[in-house]
């Protein structure tokens, strides 16, 4: 992925339509949260075999929901200087000293909450 030309072009794409001033992170988040509602609501009462094999006209509406939310989650990035990659990176740095594999291998509990809590 070459996000710099995906940055490019989504910049583009803004600056054609003047949307800058409705690009604030207040703004982009709100966005945000309702292409993931809209993602949400593909799954929402699929079972968990359906949600694996969904058929072709739903998987393209699905990698379309999928793309918004990337462009949305990277304008917010671009908004306020953050890089996702270092942010990524750094993030798995720390889930990876909060879920070590010795406590959480084949676990599903919170990290706050010890294996023998079942």
């Known amino acids: 992925m070459d996000i710099e030309k995906i940055k490019n072009r989504i910049q583009k794409f803004s600056d054609d339509r003047n949307w800058g001033e409705f690009h604030n992170p207040k703004n982009l988040v709100m966005a945000l949260n309702g292409e993931v509602g809209e993602l949400n609501e593909i799954f929402q009462w699929l079972n968990f075999e359906e949600s694996l094999n969904l ?11 999928v ?3 990337a462009i949305y989650l990277i304008r917010i990035c671009m908004k306020l200087d953050i890089n996702l990659e270092d942010a990524i990176l750094s993030k798995m740095t720390k889930n ?3 879920y070590p594999v010795e406590t959480s291998f084949g676990g599903n509990k919170k990290y706050s909450k010890s294996r023998e809590d079942k």
């Open 67 to 69: 793309a918004d939310i």
């Open 55 to 65: 058929p072709d006209d739903v998987l393209t509406h699905t990698k379309e929901e």
């Open 96 to 98: 990876e000293a909060k």
